[in-house]
């Protein structure tokens, strides 16, 4: 019998050992990538192994990337415990979901299932409302959400910078989203922030990966006792492999190739570093451009042909390598300059033993001890960046010692004992908790 057909009898969920829960990403990682959908397909795989755990099924929208079956909206392409949903259309101002059929389906799909605990990664592509279905399906059981960026505080793709600008913007209010988004009335934005929270009411408890997300929703109108800090934790791996030094100093860049990643303030310093005759270290770019706007292709594609010889760009490579090419660095480049979160790629340094320079910012600068796992630079500044590495090119030795003391980088066992310990907690009883007002 398999895992489905044991879900499918009419065995009362009480009287099954551990617990049963439902974990949904905005999709599925066999299709995307992104740090996000990883995670939360990661702690699937975990939670499935725990012993305090009957039965685990994965449920992620499927955003435009699988092809959906003929008249069903839910259909199971990678496994019997795994659903797909493809949506019909997202609202991505204000979250919602405008198909008339998911709430029927996911309700019967929860009444199938019965799980104990709906363990959401993202709303986004199923619908703030999706929390009230889930309510009104199973009253009794808890809604943990994990929050991933700044989505619903911020309509510029929960990034909390400004446009067209690009500066960092500290928190957001109706009057300067208004002017963000000059189509929008300040309004709009009130109205957002109010539709959005009424349906946060209804989760448990709020997951966030790091401290500055947490405090950030806190200060949004989130109560801060419902935020619980648990880092995204990585798999075990095979100890690091030592660097083995050369003359010059070696420094990847790795991810997905934006402005927003920083991507030009690398280039930038590059540049200055040429021009000021730095020698010493040399720059490897490692990552996509490919899903970028056409305009920012077009730009990154002339400054590779015009980038000086101390910047060299690699690719796309695949996930799994990332290991084994951070293991050819002296340390890994962290340029974004907007607050990020809790990045995917700091914790993957941390594994290949290698230390990160990155910006002073956010979870950037939260996540990385500024001497310790690594060093900062001034975020946006492409000078700052190459007074740094010029520093560091004339005494290689201050980071390459740093890789005996880098921070050991949460492991998957750790994130989910956390876990599993907030969904044995009781009950929030969230539809009776006060969310300040806009």
């Known amino acids: 019998m398999t895992r489905k057909q044991k879900a499918r009898t009419s065995t009362p969920a009480a009287a099954l050992p551990g617990q049963r829960v439902l974990v949904m990403s905005h999709m599925h990682p066999a299709v995307s990538h992104g740090g996000a959908e990883i995670a939360a397909y990661q702690l699937y795989g975990a939670l499935r192994a725990s012993s305090e755990v009957a039965a685990c099924w994965f449920l992620a929208a499927s955003g435009g990337k699988v092809a959906g079956r003929l008249g069903a909206r839910l259909s199971q392409p990678f496994g019997p415990d795994e ?53 009104q399906a199973l009253p009794e059981a808890r809604i ?4 991933h960026e700044y989505l619903a505080i911020c309509n510029h793709f929960g990034q909390m910078v400004k446009r067209p600008s690009l500066a960092l913007c500290n928190a957001a209010s109706p009057r300067d989203c208004h002017r963000c988004f000059p189509e929008r009335t300040e309004q709009d934005f009130f109205l957002r922030e109010l539709y959005i929270k009424r349906f946060f009411r209804l989760v448990d408890r709020f997951i966030s990966p790091s ?54 303030v690398l280039f930038d310093a590059a540049i200055l570093l040429e021009k000021a005759g730095t020698t010493g270290l040399r720059i490897e770019v490692h990552g996509d451009h490919s899903g970028q706007p056409p305009e920012f292709r077009a730009l990154f594609e002339a400054r590779i042909k015009d980038a000086p010889p101390n910047i060299e760009l690699h690719g796309p ?54 001497g310790v796992d690594g060093f900062h630079f001034a975020a946006g500044s492409p000078r700052s960046l190459a007074a740094l590495l010029t520093a560091l090119a004339r005494a290689p030795d201050r980071l390459r010692a740093l890789s005996a003391r880098l921070a050991t980088p949460p492991g998957l066992d750790a994130t989910l004992a956390a876990t599993l310990g907030l969904y044995r907690a009781n009950r929030a009883h969230a539809p009776q908790l006060e969310v300040r007002s806009a």
Request: proline share 7%; charged share 20%.
């Open 83 to 135: 659903y797909v949903y493809s949506g019909a259309g997202f609202d991505h101002f204000i979250h919602a979901n405008p198909d008339p059929e998911w709430p029927g389906e996911l309700t019967r799909l929860l009444t199938e299932l019965r799980p104990d605990v709906i363990h959401l990664h993202h709303h986004t592509n199923f619908g703030v409302e999706t929390l009230l279905t889930i309510r």
């Open 144 to 147: 943990i959400l994990t929050l």
């Open 211 to 264: 401290q500055f997300l947490a405090d950030r929703y806190a200060a949004w109108g989130i109560d801060a006792e419902r935020i619980v800090v648990i880092e995204n934790g990585m798999p075990a791996a095979a100890p690091p492999t030592p660097r083995v030094p050369d003359c010059d100093l070696t420094l990847g860049f790795f991810g997905q190739i934006s402005r927003l990643k920083g991507i030009d």
């Open 317 to 370: 490579y695949a996930n799994g390598r990332v290991g084994a090419l951070m293991a050819r660095m002296d340390a890994v480049l962290v340029p974004s300059i907007w607050w990020e979160n809790s990045p995917l790629v700091i914790q993957e340094a941390f594994r290949a033993g290698r230390p990160v320079i990155c910006s002073d910012i956010g979870g950037l600068a939260e996540k990385v001890r500024d």
